[in-house]
C-alpha cells in the first residue's frame, strides 16, 4: 500500500521518481504523483489511475526539471482516488510538498486546529494536516519543524518532504511504517523498500521509528526527535536489479512459482550443517524453551494459512499445544498470552499493520516472540525477539507464492529443531532432516510431474464456484489454494474441512459443482476417499491432488494433479504447487491483472 521515493542529486529527479514508482507498482496504488524543485518553485504533477497516465502528463518526466523531489503511489483510504486526493500535498503558500505512506488516526481534531489557524484544505486526506503542520511549526529550520509536526501525528507514517528554502534537500521521518534510505556517489535516495532503489544503489540504511532523515547530493544525516545525530549502519543489498524483474516470463506471479525450488532451498539448505539444523539467528535456549506452555501463530491471509501448515508440524514434534489466531482479530480479543507463551509471527512483508499490532499486543503481555520474515530490516523483523528470515528473495506479485512456501519451510524446521531442543524428536531426526533437504528437489518435481494444468484451466475457469476440501495437513493447504484462486482469478472459491462437508456444505453440490480434493496424508487419505464418494454422487466433478501410486482417488477422481511422495508432515510446501499454478492458469484464461489484483495490495499497512 503507498509507495513512497524521494531522490536528490545531478540528475532529472522526475525521471528517477518515475522509475522508482514503477519498482512500487506491485505495493498496490490507484493514484500517483510527483512533486520536483527547480530554482526554489516546486511542480506537482498528480494522476487517478495507472503510472502510464502521470508518465503520460510528464512526457516521462521530461516535462519536469530539477534535481531534488517525491514520489508517490496513493492507495487511497481517506476519500476516493481522484487527483485532488493523490500525493504529493503543498502547502498552501507552495513552499513544502509532502508524501505519506500510513494512517494519521488523529487527523480530524488537527483538520479543525488548522481551518482554526487559517489553512484552507484542497483534498480529503488525512496526510494534508502534516503539510500545514510543517508550514505552521517552520521558523527556518525544516528538520525541527517537521520533528514538531510529527509529535503531533497519532498513527503511523513515512514522510516524504520538500521545501523552497532548501532547494536540493529531502527529508524523511518514519513511524512504523517502512522507509529506506539509499546512499549513492552524488546522489542520494529514500523509498519504501528497497526494489525502488537497488538499481541506483545497494548501499542502503534502514529508518527506525523516531528517525527523521536530512539528505542531499553528498550527505545524510540520520537525526533523533532532538536533532541529536544517530550512527547508522549502510547494509549492501545482496540481491541484483534483475531478481526483480520478469526475467522472460509472462507474469512475476509465474516467475516466482518457478523460483520455489531455488527459494525454498535458500531458506532450509544453508541452516542445515553436517546433518544438525542450526539457527545461528536464535536465542531462544532449551531452557527457556521449557517454560513455554503453548505456542501461539498469527499471521494474515496466506502467511495465517502458512503458519495452519506449519501448525501440525510444530505440534506433533515439539508436543506443545499450538493455537493460530488471525492477527487482526487476537489483538482485539484480551488474550490469554503471558510469558509462557512463544509467539510466533509470520510476514512476508514485515510491515502488515495487523501483524504489527498483534505482535506488540502479546509482547506487552510478556510474550517471547519470534518472527518469520521475508523482507530484511522491515518493523516486524525488528520489533520481534527473533527474527528467522525466509530469504525467499524480492516477491512482487500480489499473491504470494515463493513468500508461503518459505515461511512452510522455515515453521517445519523451527519444529524440528524446538522438538530437538525438548527431546522430543527421537531417532525420527536424521529422516525428518533429509525430508527437509529434499524439500527443493521435491518442488521442481511437482512442477515438472504437471504439464496440463494450463489445459485443466481452460476446464473449470467458467465455474461459479470452485470448493477446495481436505483433512489435516491437507486442509492447511486448502486453505491457501482457495485464497490463491480467489484473490486472482476473481472466483469464488472456498476451502472446507472435507469431514465438515456434511454438516451444511454438501447442500452446495450440484451436477458439474468443480471440487478439488487434497489427499496426500496417507493417514486419513481413506475418509477422504469417503467425501470424494459423496460428492461424486451428487454430480460434482473432482480434481483430486494426491500421489501418482494413489490408485483408490486416481480411480475415482475425474482430473488429477500429482505431487511426489513424501511425509505428510512437510507435504504442504510440494502440494501448494498445483493449486498455485491452477489459481494462475484460470486467472490467464479469464483476463485478469494477475500481478495486481484489483483492490489489493502487496503490503497491507493499514487496519
Ligand atoms: C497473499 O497472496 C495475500 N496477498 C495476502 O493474504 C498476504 O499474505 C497477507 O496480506 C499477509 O501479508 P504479509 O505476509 O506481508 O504479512
Not at 104 to 124: C, K, M, P
Not at 484 to 513: D, N, P, R, V, W
Not at 541 to 553: G, M
Amino acid at each position: 500500500m503507498c509507495g513512497i521515493v524521494g531522490y536528490t542529486g545531478n540528475k532529472r529527479a522526475s525521471g528517477i521518481l518515475l522509475g522508482g514508482l514503477k519498482q512500487l507498482e506491485y505495493r498496490g496504488y490507484d493514484s500517483a504523483g510527483i512533486a520536483v524543485m527547480d530554482q526554489n518553485k516546486i511542480t506537482v504533477v498528480k494522476a487517478s489511475g495507472r503510472l502510464e497516465n502521470l508518465c503520460r502528463r510528464t512526457n516521462d518526466g521530461d516535462s519536469v526539471p530539477g534535481g531534488a523531489g517525491i514520489g508517490h503511489t496513493r492507495w487511497a483510504t481517506h476519500g476516493a482516488p481522484t487527483e485532488e486526493n493523490a500525493h504529493p500535498h503543498l502547502s498552501n503558500d507552495g513552499r513544502f510538498a509532502i508524501v505519506h505512506n500510513g494512517i494519521i488516526e488523529n487527523y480530524l481534531s488537527l483538520r479543525e486546529e488548522l481551518i482554526a489557524e487559517g489553512y484552507h484544505f484542497e483534498s480529503e486526506t488525512d496526510t494534508e494536516v502534516i503539510v500545514h503542520l510543517i508550514d505552521m511549526y517552520y521558523d527556518g529550520d525544516m528538520r525541527s519543524a517537521l520533528a514538531k509536526a510529527a509529535s503531533r501525528l497519532e498513527g503511523s507514517y513515512a514522510l516524504g518532504v520538500i521545501c523552497t528554502e532548501e532547494p536540493d534537500k529531502i527529508y524523511a521521518a518514519k513511524e512504523a511504517s517502512p522507509l529506506i534510505v539509499g546512499a549513492g556517489i552524488g546522489e542520494n535516495f529514500f523509498a519504501s523498500d528497497v526494489t525502488a532503489l537497488v538499481s541506483h544503489t545497494r548501499n542502503v540504511i534502514y529508518l527506525e521509528d523516531g528517525e527523521f532523515a536530512e539528505l542531499s547530493p553528498d550527505s545524510i544525516r540520520i537525526t533523533d526527535c532532538f536533532g541529536k545525530v544517530i550512527d547508522k549502519k549502510v547494509s549492501r543489498i545482496s540481491w541484483d536489479v534483475q531478481a526483480a524483474e520478469k526475467g522472460g516470463y509472462e507474469h512475476f506471479m509465474l516467475k516466482e512459482i518457478m523460483e520455489q525450488p531455488a527459494a525454498v532451498s535458500a531458506a532450509i539448505s544453508p541452516r542445515i550443517k553436517d546433518g544438525r539444523i542450526v539457527f545461528d539467528e536464535l536465542s531462544i535456549t532449551a531452557e527457556e524453551l521449557k517454560h513455554i506452555h503453548k505456542i501461539v501463530i498469527t499471521a494474515c491471509g496466506s502467511a495465517y494459512y502458512a503458519g495452519c501448515a506449519g501448525k501440525y508440524a510444530i505440534e506433533q514434534l515439539c508436543r506443545i499445544p499450538v493455537t493460530m489466531e488471525l492477527a487482526s482479530e487476537l489483538r482485539y480479543s484480551d488474550p490469554l498470552i503471558d510469558d509462557h507463551t512463544l509467539l510466533i509471527v509470520i510476514s512476508q512483508s514485515g510491515e502488515t499493520a495487523d501483524t504489527i499490532a498483534a505482535l506488540k499486543e502479546c509482547k506487552a503481555r510478556g510474550a517471547r516472540t519470534l518472527a518469520v520474515v521475508n523482507v530484511v530490516g522491515s518493523a516486524i523483523a525488528n520489533l520481534a525477539d527473533d527474527c528467522v528470515y525466509t530469504w525467499a528473495g524480492p516477491e512482487i506479485a500480489v499473491a504470494t507464492t515463493k513468500g508461503y512456501t518459505t515461511q512452510v519451510s522455515v515453521l517445519y524446521m523451527l519444529g524440528v529443531y524446538f522438538g530437538e531442543l525438548l527431546g522430543k524428536v527421537g531417532d525420527q531426526y536424521d529422516y525428518l532432516v533429509d525430508e527437509l533437504l529434499l524439500l527443493p528437489r521435491r518442488v521442481q518435481e511437482t512442477i515438472d510431474m504437471n504439464p496440463g494444468i494450463e489445459a485443466l484451466a481452460e476446464k473449470y475457469h467458467n465455474s461459479k464456484a470452485l470448493f477446495f476440501i481436505g483433512r489435516n495437513t491437507d486442509y492447511a493447504t486448502a486453505l491457501e489454494g482457495a485464497l490463491k484462486m480467489k484473490e486472482i482469478s476473481y472466483l469464488h472459491a472456498e476451502a472446507y474441512a472435507a469431514g465438515e462437508l456434511k454438516h451444511g456444505t454438501i447442500a452446495l453440490i450440484e451436477e458439474h459443482q468443480p471440487v478439488i480434493a487434497l489427499c496426500c496424508n496417507p493417514l486419513i487419505m481413506e475418509k477422504t476417499l469417503s467425501n470424494i464418494v459423496e460428492v461424486k454422487a451428487r454430480g460434482a466433478e473432482v480434481l483430486a491432488l494426491t500421489f501418482r501410486s494413489n490408485d483408490k482417488i486416481v480411480s475415482s477422481a475425474d482430473d488429477l494433479l500429482f505431487i511426489p511422495k513424501t511425509t505428510a508432515l512437510f507435504s504442504a510446501v510440494t502440494e501448494v504447487v498445483p493449486l498455485q499454478l491452477l489459481a494462475y492458469y484460470v486467472a490467464k484464461a479469464n483476463g485478469c491483472d494477475i500481478d495486481k489484483p484489483k483492490n489489493l495490495a502487496k503490503s497491507v499497512t493499514v487496519e
